[in-house]
């Protein structure tokens, strides 16, 4: 079946879905307890159907196979974040914390550390990265926080040659907005772009394929619809809509095609599901049997760390229980599959 595979930042975890929004659990073992994922960051999918998922606060990218089995760590990298497959199979990792992209086989062996070089072309705090149908890579910067390097999106050929500054802050709309903080990128099926804007005020950009700025896309905004703050993932579902991760409301909207508003994605919220903080998103097609949800997850806050919770299973949570005072028990959460 089709899933929508969510990364979940302060549950420390990746959430599953149908097409449909319908909330299907945990996505097997991509948790803190069975595989020590935390704060998650983005997430995609091998032609295989495998998994990859930035575990941003253990320095890690984290493999699972189609049924969320844990299959280890893929790459050791300091702040990994936005991931990319060119059309070999190589996977790039951009490193926020060392603002660069670094370039492994499948098989999790380094090929270059220094792909797009640290700082290069004023590179700073790198957020989302993706290949184009050419195999040119665009790497998403956010730039500083005191909002005097706005970031902007640079464009690589396929041997990380620089090739221009896609957009960036200078470049204004004809609607007078413009990119600032921009996390990540999605193509539409014309291959035309679309760039979430992570400083406020908060929407997603529209360009064409061939580069040409066209403004903030439809209702992708934070005044026609107030739900959307601090969108970070995008993707295009296969009927041509687009889903967007709004981390600060903790939910996902969906548009349509022209930019009209859904309103949030099926159950994809914290009210309905927990979801708390997505910050990306990515279809797959996976073997995860999800028919029968009847195995409880309870819910434990850390009391040292705040804002931090484990979800855990019933053996799982007699053993907190009875030997980590430290967590708090808060109830039930969710049912998995079985």
């Known amino acids: 079946m089709n899933l929508v595979l969510v990364t979940s930042f302060r549950t420390n975890n990746v959430l599953m879905y149908d097409d449909k929004g319908n909330f299907q659990g945990v996505f097997g073992e991509a948790n803190l307890f069975d595989s020590g994922l935390i704060h998650p960051r983005n997430i995609i999918a091998d032609q295989n159907g495998n998994i990859y998922v930035s575990s941003f606060g253990t320095n890690q990218v984290l493999k699972y196979d189609q049924k969320g089995q844990f299959l ?29 992209v670094l370039r492994y086989d499948l098989n999790g062996t380094l090929v270059d550390d220094q792909f797009i070089p640290s700082g290069d072309n004023g590179l700073l705090n790198v957020t989302g990265i993706i290949f184009d149908q050419n195999d040119n890579l665009y790497v998403n910067y956010y730039g500083d926080f005191e909002r005097i ?20 802050y200078s470049e204004i709309h004809p609607d007078g907005s413009r990119l600032n903080g921009p996390y990540e990128i999605a193509f539409d099926d014309n291959s035309n772009y679309y760039i979430s804007s992570l400083a406020p005020p908060y929407y997603v950009l529209h360009y064409e394929n061939d580069g040409t700025p066209l403004g903030i896309f439809g209702e992708v905004n934070d005044i026609d619809t107030p739900d959307l703050s601090d969108p970070h993932g995008l993707i295009f579902d296969p009927n041509g809509d687009l889903l967007v991760t709004a981390s600060t409301n903790s939910n996902i909207l969906r548009f349509t095609s022209n930019g009209d508003s ?50 855990a299973g019933e053996q799982e949570a007699q053993n907190i229980r009875q030997n980590y005072p430290n967590f708090k028990e808060e109830g039930f959460a969710f049912n998995v599959s079985t």
């Open 72 to 100: 280890g760590e893929f790459a050791p990298v300091n702040g990994p974040v936005g991931l990319a497959f060119d059309s070999s199979g190589d996977l790039y990792i951009a490193s926020y914390s060392d603002n660069k």
């Open 149 to 168: 390097n706005r970031g902007g999106v640079l464009k690589y050929d396929s041997s990380g040659n620089f090739i221009e500054v896609f957009t960036d």
């Open 262 to 311: 859904l309103g949030v994605f099926g159950e994809a919220s914290n009210a309905l599901s927990l979801l708390d903080a997505p910050t990306d998103i990515v279809f797959t097609t996976s073997t995860f049997v999800t028919e029968k949800l009847k195995t409880p997850v309870y819910r434990f806050q850390n009391k040292d760390i705040p804002s931090t919770y484990l979800y």
